[in-house]
């Protein structure tokens, strides 16, 4: 199966900064991939897919950008309301798989 | 209002089975392929299973094949999970989630339940 690596495991930001969140693929997945949010206690939502497309109703703020192996969820200057834990999940190859998270932490 | 509901979660012993729903609303079911993906306490997000929108095709991770069985009844709107076989490391919220037209992404999710395999 693909693994997907995220890193770092937790980042230290202060509102108005700049995130830059990585995910690394054990083997290429072409575009096939899409990031996640979730906040404590609810359901994941989706952000990002195929790479770089926004979902329905994401602020501008969030980009994805990346193919093939290496991937990147940028959020250009932090809300209040964005920290939380991020994944990333590949569709290329069954089965699908999930990164292990990137904790998105107020400094 | 488009929305996932599950139900179905509880306590069971070790070896024990369990049959989780999700009944969805708002939107037309049976065109779109549904998703199980479960967390344990504290951990990350692990994909379980995948039905297609006609329910022909299913998809399931290693650690669940042979003991999880995804269906789903479109006259009901409803997907199901059919837990068997349960264990220690099955203990999670389960998820129900809905893909993305022609994507296995997926851009709804349910509030989760929560299976708990304990003696």
């Known amino acids: 199966e693909i693994v997907l690596t995220q890193s770092p495991a937790t980042l230290s930001l202060s509102p108005g900064e700049r995130a830059t969140l990585s995910c690394r693929a054990s083997?290429?997945?072409?575009?096939?991939l899409a990031w996640y949010q979730q906040k404590l206690g609810q359901a994941p939502r989706l952000l990002i897919y195929?790479?770089?497309n926004r979902a329905t109703g994401i602020p501008a703020r969030f980009s994805g950008s990346g193919s093939g192996t290496d991937f990147t969820l940028t959020i250009s200057s932090l809300e209040p309301e964005d920290f939380a834990v991020y994944y990333c999940?590949?569709?290329?190859?069954?089965?699908?798989?999930f990164g292990q998270g990137t904790r998105l932490e107020i400094k | 209002e488009v929305q996932l509901l599950e139900s179905g979660g509880g306590l069971v012993q070790p070896g024990g089975s369990l049959r989780l729903s999700c009944a969805a609303s708002g939107f037309t079911f049976s065109s779109f392929g549904m998703g199980w993906v479960r967390q344990a306490p504290g951990k990350g997000l692990e994909w379980v299973s995948a039905?297609?929108?006609?329910?022909?095709?299913?998809y399931y991770a290693d650690s669940v094949k042979g003991r999880f069985t995804s269906s789903r009844d479109n006259s009901k709107n409803t997907l199901y999970l059919q837990m068997n076989s349960l264990r220690g490391d099955d203990t999670a919220v389960y998820y129900c989630?809905?893909?993305?037209?022609?994507?296995?992404?997926?851009?709804?999710w349910g509030r989760g339940t929560l299976a708990t395999v304990s003696s």
């Open positions: 999940q590949q569709r290329a190859i069954w089965p699908i798989t």
């Open positions: 039905v297609s929108g006609s329910g022909d095709s299913t």
């Open positions: 083997q290429g997945v072409f575009i096939y």
């Open positions: 989630a809905k893909s993305e037209l022609g994507r296995w992404y997926f851009d709804l």
């Open positions: 195929d790479a770089s």
